[in-house]
């Protein structure tokens, strides 16, 4: 079991409707520790790659996503959540669904903050459905930049998503996947990634 999977059984919570509570640590209070074994891990797995840009969607996706860009060395960009239709053309847009809340938002980039030359490396938090991904990756595609990669925090490898992203050739890296989950018990399982 790696560090964030054993956070998880220490501290996080499993609620009804397979909800993971783990605002104690990552997503409310951020311990800023563990992200920075989070970078750590990243920046071991995307060695390979010449990445100028770290990309996350707000909200809880910034904090990993800045702690990350450290160990990179360089600047993050954030997707900003937008309710206006009134959005003028200096910015990428992508319309992202969440299953969670059950709602759309247009999520925004300025047109200044990405372009051809970018190597992204997108970081979030939760992968679930991979809505917000597949909008940070039409982003990154309206500016004509390269995904690089894919960190995150936490894959629940029980809904489609990270299928999905692995399916369209991505390198997706999720440093703890719950294949299971349950509200009575307590009881998290994770996939065992110790032969990938
Ligand atoms: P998707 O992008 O993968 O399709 O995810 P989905 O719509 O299902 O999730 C919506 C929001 O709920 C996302 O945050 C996601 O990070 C979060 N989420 C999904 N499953 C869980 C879970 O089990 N536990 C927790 N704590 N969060 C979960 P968001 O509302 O888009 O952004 P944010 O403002 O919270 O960052
Ligand atoms: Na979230
Ligand atoms: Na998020």
Redesign the pocket.
Known sequence: MNFLEERILKDGIV?EG??????SF??HQMDINLFKQMGEEFKRRFADKNINKIMT?????IGIACVVASYFDVPVVFAK?SQSINIDGDVYVAE??????KNK?QVIVSKRFLGPEDHVLII??????????QGLISIVAQAGGTVEGIGIA?E?GF?S?GRMIRNLGYQLESLAIVESMDAATGNVKFRDQSEV
């Open positions: 609620k397979n909800v993971l509570k783990v605002d990552l997503n969607i707000e909200a809880s996706g959540k992202v669904e969440s299953f969670t809340h938002n979030d938090d939760f992968l679930a459905n991979g809505c917000a991904l936490v629940k809904q998503g």
